[in-house]
């Protein structure tokens, strides 16, 4: 079957550095995509990853290792506004998303 | 521009009773999908259009149907519901044609309960 792992809760402090884990088994893979989903509210786009490597954007970046099925969601310099929660999804070879459970991040001040 | 615009925001139904939640885009996308978000599990496929016309089926299509008669709406069916259909409803939607790299954008949601 096809897997996403994450883990359920984190919690961090303003201003800090914080790294979220995505660990897959899926049939094929078409693209890693991470997504933030704010507490009632729908999933919006943060990042988008197929090949080996770091892409940063901003306060956030994301990495992927398709050898080991590993990805990560590094955030920078937290915000009160980043506590939501982040969803890790992976196009299989259907093209259609498998979406982990997400992680729910919460920032203490 | 609105961009996906989904009614009702939320609906309390009758188990039995037949429901129509309904999607709209206003962002000539081709593709279009309708997830389930559920506590504890990640968001699960129910059914989607690559384009206009066609339909397939996702992870959970059972109970469900969908149309796709043009770009912009995406209605989503429940023909009879029951109490496990109780969840929060996303309709989304890509510029491609559900290949490659697209990126999906969300709509509001719809929280729906099943009584």
């Known amino acids: 079957g096809q897997n996403i792992d994450q883990p359920t809760e984190m919690t961090a402090t303003e201003g800090a550095i914080v790294q979220i884990n995505c660990t897959y088994q899926?049939?094929?893979?078409?693209?890693l995509f991470w997504y933030q989903q704010h507490a009632g509210e729908a999933p919006t786009f943060l990042s988008y990853n197929v090949l080996d490597g770091l892409e940063e954007k901003g306060r956030f970046s994301s990495f992927l290792s398709r050898s080991k099925g590993y990805s990560y969601l590094l955030l920078k310099e937290l915000q009160m506004k980043d506590s939501a929660s982040y969803l890790c999804a992976v196009k299989d070879s259907n093209y259609q998303l498998i979406w982990g459970a997400g992680t729910k991040l919460i920032i203490k001040p | 521009i609105a961009g996906i615009t989904q009614a009702p925001t939320s609906q309390i139904l009758a188990a039995g009773r037949r429901m129509t939640l309904r999607c709209t885009q206003d962002m000539r996308h081709n593709a279009m999908y309708w997830y389930r978000q559920d506590l504890g599990l990640g968001l699960r496929l129910i059914h989607y259009?690559?384009?206009?016309?066609?339909?397939g089926k996702g992870e959970v299509p059972d109970g469900y149907s969908v149309s796709r008669a043009n770009t912009d709406d995406f209605p989503l069916t429940l023909a009879s519901a029951v109490p496990s259909q109780t969840s929060v409803y996303f309709c989304?939607?890509?510029?491609?044609?559900?290949?490659?790299?697209?990126?999906?954008?969300f709509g509001p949601g719809t929280r729906l309960t099943v009584l």
């Open positions: 899926t049939s094929g893979f078409n693209g």
């Open positions: 259009s690559n384009t206009a016309g066609t339909t």
């Open positions: 989304a939607s890509s510029d491609g044609n559900g290949r490659g790299t697209d990126t999906q954008y």
